[in-house]
């Protein structure tokens, strides 16, 4: 499992919305905006949801538990500076959970990183396409 840079985790912990990506059992992508955060005790990125355990991202991790998360956004529009990551991983479907949020259901996909991807979280200067590496 790769761990997130203290950049990474306070960006992480700035957002809120981010777009995970799953494949079906016939391989055919879904990509749907979600809530996350980190989980520090773990080192992983919890998902939750009102109705979590019928949607389809859930059913999706029982044919293939690879995913991909892009948590995004726009820091400047003049100066132009985006601000990225994509975390790569594997997930799981986790039911009986206690709740992210007040009124949320007991189901929960918990992202296990294996590469983290980014660019312009941590300096402004950064150009966007800049690969960086989670530390080992």
């Known amino acids: 499992m790769t761990?997130?840079?203290d950049a990474q985790v306070a960006y992480l912990n700035s957002q809120r919305?981010?777009?995970?990506?799953?494949?079906?059992?016939?391989g055919h992508p879904q990509n749907n905006p979600v809530a996350f955060y980190y989980n520090a005790e773990l080192g992983t990125i919890d998902i939750?949801?009102?109705d979590m355990?019928?949607?389809?991202?859930?059913?999706?991790?029982?044919?293939?538990?690879?995913v991909a998360l892009v948590v995004?956004?726009?820091?400047?529009?003049?100066?132009?500076?985006?601000?990225c990551l994509e975390i790569r991983?594997?997930?799981?479907?986790?039911?009986d959970q206690p709740p992210t949020?007040?009124?949320?259901?007991?189901?929960?996909?918990?992202?296990?990183?294996?590469r983290v991807l980014g660019f312009g979280y941590e300096d402004p200067t950064t150009e966007p396409g800049t690969q960086t590496p989670a530390s080992a």
């Open 3 to 5: 761990s997130f840079t």
């Open 17 to 26: 919305l981010g777009r995970l990506a799953t494949v079906d059992k016939n």
């Open 48 to 50: 939750g949801g009102y």
């Open 53 to 66: 355990g019928t949607s389809r991202k859930f059913r999706n991790l029982r044919a293939n538990n690879q």
């Open 72 to 83: 995004d956004d726009i820091a400047s529009i003049d100066p132009w500076r985006v601000r």
């Open 89 to 95: 991983g594997t997930a799981e479907a986790l039911t």
């Open 101 to 114: 949020m007040p009124g949320m259901s007991a189901e929960l996909i918990r992202i296990h990183p294996t």
